[in-house]
T-cell receptor, first 115, second 114 residues
Framework: DAGVIQSPRHEVTEMGQEVTLRCKPI?????LFWYRQTMMRGLELLIY????????DSGMPEDRFSAKMPNASFSTLKIQPSEPRDSAVYFC?????????????FGNGTRLTVT | AQSVTQPDIHITVSEGASLELRCNYS??????LFWYVQSPGQGLQLLLK??????LVQGIKGFEAEFKRSQSSFNLRKPSVHWSDAAEYFC????????????FGGGTRVLVKP
């Protein structure tokens, strides 16, 4: 079991550029989550998918943010255009059953810096 | 809506000493409770969880936590801390009525003195 795989580990970009973060969940897991972690706001749930369908995107901060899950083994989080305040660590997580009693398995995150 | 409070932002403890991290939650029914640990540059790893039954739960790395409904608390403990326990610890609450969402506390950073 390779765990949840995120890429890239680090991303540095200039304001206004498009950023795409990638995630491969654990095989067989039905739910996938995108979190953002900052010093000021802690861990925030941005969006989650169940069986590749977006269930709740109420945490997505603005229309500049979008997420897709074209199949069970891949998801992207895109920011277009990026802004300095988007700088954070973005985590992807998955769990097997989709219930809130099912622990999350986290990737190692993507550290995004927007200058 | 559920919420989680970790009152201590930083805790410093000597190696070999005991550790207790506080977690208070707010939710109307019995929640699902979790403790996660995050080492620098890593994602969060599950330490333990509570859903029902015995209110004292054992986790990995020698950690345990006790659910106290009357105090709305789920404090994490370890009898003897090792230097490798230096990390950030997050308490989280989930609930069936809240769908598939976990709410995380702000975290407690643990520093271990030699």
């Amino acid at each position: 079991d390779a765990g949840v795989i995120q890429s890239p580990r680090h991303e540095v970009t200039e304001m206004g550029q498009e950023v795409t973060l990638r995630c491969k969940p654990i095989s067989g897991h039905n739910s996938l989550f995108w979190y953002r972690q900052t010093m000021m706001r802690g861990l925030e749930l941005l969006i989650y998918f169940n069986n590749n369908v977006p269930i709740d995107d109420s945490g997505m901060p603005e229309d500049r943010f979008s997420a897709k899950m074209p199949n069970a083994s891949f998801s992207t989080l895109k920011i277009q255009p990026s802004e300095p305040r988007d700088s954070a660590v973005y985590f992807c997580a998955s769990n097997p059953t989709g219930g809130s009693n099912s622990p999350l398995h986290f990737g190692n995150g993507t550290r995004l810096t927007v200058t | 809506a559920q919420s989680v409070t970790q009152p201590d932002i930083h805790i410093t403890v000597s190696e070999g000493a005991s550790l207790e991290l506080r977690c208070n939650y707010s939710y109307g029914a019995t929640p699902y409770l979790f403790w996660y640990v995050q080492s620098p540059g890593q994602g969060l790893q599950l330490l333990l969880k509570y859903f029902s039954g015995d209110t004292l739960v054992q986790g990995i790395k020698g950690f345990e936590a006790e659910f106290k409904r009357s105090q709305s608390s789920f404090n994490l403990r370890k009898p003897s801390v090792h230097w490798s326990d230096a990390a950030e610890y997050f308490c989280a609450v989930g609930a069936q009525a809240a769908g598939n969402k976990l709410t995380f506390g702000g975290g407690t950073r643990v520093l271990v003195k030699p």
